[in-house]
């Protein structure tokens, strides 16, 4: 019976691998910017009613109601591109689940129950709005915050464990002695993805919907009620930013110690090298950074805390198991710029908000502003981007091959062209639908302009 | 190795999640799939809506179930998952398009506003309520008739959920699904006192289950033909219980509607669909796929304790507030243009601002920085996160404009 498990599901060979993969990377592109909003946004619009309920100022009301339309529509695409996310674990890689099921499993396992408080809160908040009590309705809200940062967790934790392996024994190709709570949630890698993408949520859906007022201000919409939209998501993404930095900062000393391929890549570091430079910007080629600025020691100060430390190259794998170094390089750098600029443009805005106790008057600020939302987002995926690709050519960090996971079926690049087209036609009734909401006339009796 | 008992557990979590998904989120789909049939003009306007409202406060719960199946799929009985998600990849990636739409109608609806424009999204994101079901309901068609062997794609691509009982399966569901829409949608448009609507939804209720219980009795002469083993659990071994209950249900539930009693139809039809799934559990017993029983196909025994701690203690949390949830929905709680609920009682309180946020703010960021990036132990990176979160919280509430003006 063993013989019969063991040979159960062999590896494919399968000549669509590269698909596979941007299929995946499609449906995690388009999935993760709506998490963003799913962890975040719920506390935005909670103080908003907050405000309502301490204040009974009615402008508040009218904020909380339009976000919750806001919140319940992304909500929705959010259910359906993560409904594709969990198909694939099967349609893409049954040999990763097949195989490593019962180690993550459970993670996902959590989630779903996590995503079913979340739903489960979202329809009595969302339809509960003049339906419960002002506080009954409040309180409704308070399980869809917590379970946007616990879906989240569970769900890093099995990325984690994916990039830091643990908790099992692999033994004939089977997995053996079984420690799944140690492997997700006693796992170091964990804690620095959780809380990078955590922060990551607040400075995107913060900056994204501060863009769209801002968009409104550069066109002459300004009253009492946008200037308090304005402020509410801004305020939170200008203080996130910059904490970002350093949050960025502990994780990558993690990705120093724990997988130094990765660093490499994102480096572009070919050998191992005592008091290594940094490098900005350039293009690696044979080996070397070209047209890059060297900073003379950086690496090493950054990633160890020390001048002369040696930071490992990617010649210390062979050339198969190196990640593409210019796709890893690439989206670290475009992350970090990002990162940089939505920190001091948050910088900016605390200070003003400081020194002149009012909000920024500048055009120029609310026109950085309108680019700062979709920066954002860049930034977002451009993180994962770095991550996921830098872990290739594994899927299990040293442990199983992603050409090994893969699907024999041979329907990917069909289902592939489909599911793009699909997202295409949401994507666009998507911000159709966005626009119209942007539109309704406010309740003008209600906020008192 | 697992006792028995131990190995079974999951998959009677993973095959009530597929119940509940199958008479829950299947009255979601059965309701995409009249509101597709509504007709043109106001009549087929009321009916899209009320399809529309009645679902909409639960549609997302609902499909949660099909998420827990899967994932306690995979994690008890990864080989098994492996082998069907590669074998059935068409039509598992076609139920995934289906809800796509059919949850992008849910969105897209948010943004619409004349009739007209309701009418377009409903019909083109309702095809999606025939696709889902009809591909589900092929996939269990192909497992249940031994099509999906153990292996990566090891399986027929297109056989293994294009045959007689595929097909058939896939339509029962659809039928099902209609059905099951069609007595929901009925008991509450009698609770809301919607003459026209419940009469409208009591025809389809009528015909739907008709056809659905048509459906059963073909599939068990269809695999008569193609699944004799099958057949006979089904006909006269330990499934023969299940399709008499299913059937009685069934029975009961269409006179139940004939005679308006629509609150315990609900009931009856959910346990007549209910009944099919335990009588094809109960049939294939203990096969899962060819060779591979029960016992066999369970992951080792320290994941299986795990899954079913993490069921038992999710399903503490989740099912009160599934509760709660399903009783303010019944309750017409949730409805639109229900009664409103009073306005907050609190008067305008003037806010009390002092120094002491910012002065906590900043000590929080100039902490966090030393023990998250300074220093390098595990417990200072916990406290340094710790003090960073505090500082984005006081420094909110120390910025944030409240008297804005």
């Not at chain 1, 062979?318 to 948050?346: E, H, K, Y």
């Not at chain 2, 598992?92 to 943004?111: E, K, N, P």
Request: net charge positive; aromatic share 10%.
């Amino acid at each position: 019976m063993i013989r019969v498990l063991a040979d159960a599901l062999v590896p494919a060979h399968q000549q669509y691998l590269d698909q596979a993969r941007q299929m995946q990377a499609l449906s995690f592109a388009v999935h993760i910017p709506l998490v963003a909003f799913g962890i975040s946004f719920p506390a935005l619009v909670l103080f908003a009613e907050s405000r309502w309920l301490r204040t009974g100022d009615p402008l508040y009301r009218t904020l909380a109601r339009r976000w919750t339309r806001i919140l319940v529509a992304l909500f929705a695409v959010g259910v359906i591109t993560g409904t594709i996310l969990s198909f694939e674990m099967g349609l893409l890689w049954p040999n990763f689940t097949a195989t490593f099921g019962s180690v993550f499993g459970l993670g996902f396992a959590i989630e779903g129950f996590s995503f079913f408080l979340e739903a489960i809160f979202i329809g009595i908040y969302v339809y509960g709005w003049d339906r419960l009590s002002p506080r009954a309705h409040f309180l409704s809200g308070i399980p869809i915050v917590i379970t946007g940062f616990t879906g989240s967790l569970t769900v890093i934790s099995v990325n984690a464990w994916m990039n830091h392996p643990g908790g099992f024994t692999l033994r004939g190709g089977r997995v053996v002695d079984v420690h799944q709570w140690q492997a997700l949630f006693a796992n170091t890698y964990l804690w620095h993805e959780l809380v990078h993408m955590y922060i990551a949520g607040y400075i995107v859906s913060g900056f994204v919907l501060a863009g769209a007022y801002a968009v409104g201000r550069l066109r002459g919409r300004w009253g009492r009620y946008e200037r308090t939209a304005l402020a509410i998501p801004l305020t939170v993404a200008a203080l996130a930013a910059p904490v970002q930095v350093l949050v960025g900062d502990w994780a990558a000393r993690d990705v120093a110690r724990t997988q130094p391929v990765k660093l490499a890549a994102i480096e572009g570091l070919a050998q191992t090298t005592s008091g290594a430079p940094e490098h900005l910007l350039g293009w690696y080629e044979n080996g070397r950074i070209r047209f890059g600025l060297e900073i003379p020691h950086a690496l090493s100060l950054l990633a160890f805390h020390s001048w002369n430390a040696k930071v490992q190259g990617l010649d210390v794998v062979p050339p198969a198991d190196r990640p593409p170094v210019n796709v890893v390089r690439f989206s670290f750098q475009t992350m970090v710029g990002i990162g940089t600029l939505l920190a001091l443009l948050g910088v900016v805005f605390v200070g003003v908000r400081i020194r002149r106790r009012r909000l920024p008057e500048s055009r120029w600020f609310y026109r950085a502003l309108v680019v700062a939302g979709p920066l954002s987002v860049v930034a977002l995926i451009a993180g994962w981007v770095t991550t996921e690709v830098g872990r290739q050519p594994w899927v299990v960090y040293r442990v199983m091959p992603t050409a090994d996971a893969v699907t024999g079926a041979g329907s990917i690049p069909v289902g592939y062209t489909v599911l793009a087209l699909a997202y295409v036609v949401v994507g666009i009734g998507v911000v159709w639908m966005l626009r119209r909401l942007a539109h309704v006339p406010l309740e003008l009796e209600e906020a008192e302009r | 190795m697992s006792s028995t008992f131990l190995s079974a557990l999951p998959l009677v979590f993973v095959l009530s999640g597929v119940v509940l998904y199958a008479v829950l989120a299947g009255a979601d789909l059965g309701a995409g799939f009249w509101q597709l049939f509504a007709g043109r003009g106001r009549h087929g306007e009321e009916i899209r809506e009320h399809a529309h409202h009645s679902m909409a406060p639960v549609w997302e719960a609902n499909h949660v179930w099909l998420i827990f199946a899967l994932t306690v799929f995979w994690t008890a009985y990864p080989t098994a998952f492996g082998s069907i998600a590669s074998t059935l990849a068409i039509p598992f990636f076609l139920a995934g398009i289906g809800i796509v739409f059919r949850g992008a109608a849910y969105a897209l609806r948010a943004g619409a506003s004349t009739p007209r424009e309701l009418a377009v999204i409903d019909t083109i994101f309702s095809l999606s309520s025939i696709l889902t079901p009809f591909a589900l309901g092929a996939m269990v068609g192909g497992i249940a008739t031994g099509r999906v062997p153990v292996g990566n794609a090891a399986g027929e691509r297109f056989s293994s959920w294009l045959n007689g009982t595929s097909i058939l399966v896939g339509i029962l569901a659809v039928a099902a699904s209609a059905y099951l829409a069609a007595v929901y949608l009925a008991a509450d448009a009698a609770r809301r006192d919607e003459r026209r609507l419940e009469s409208a939804f009591r025809t389809r209720a009528l015909g739907a289950g008709v056809v659905a219980g048509a459906l059963a009795l073909a599939g068990i002469l269809v695999l008569r033909g193609q699944a004799r083993a099958l057949y006979h659990e089904l006909v006269s071994g330990r499934a023969l219980p299940a399709v008499i209950v299913s059937a009685l249900a069934g029975l009961a539930t269409l006179v139940l509607v004939y005679r308006r009693r629509f609150e315990t139809a609900r009931y009856g039809a959910a346990l007549a669909v209910a009944a099919v799934v335990a009588g094809w559990a109960l049939a294939q017993w203990p096969t899962i796929l060819p060779g591979l029983d029960v016992r066999q196909a369970a992951a080792p025994h320290d994941t299986l304790v795990a899954v079913v701690a993490a069921v038992l203690g999710g399903g503490a949390i989740v099912f009160p507030s599934l509760v709660l949830l399903f009783r303010l929905t019944l309750a017409g709680r949730l409805d639109e243009g229900g009664p409103a609920g009073p306005a907050p009682s609190a008067p305008g309180r003037p806010e009390a601002r002092h120094g002491l946020l910012p002065r906590l703010a900043l000590a929080c960021l100039i902490a966090g920085f030393g023990l998250l990036t300074i220093a390098d132990a595990a417990w200072a990176h916990a406290l340094g996160v710790t003090a960073l979160f505090a500082f984005v919280v006081a420094g909110f509430f120390a910025l944030v404009p409240t008297e804005e003006s």
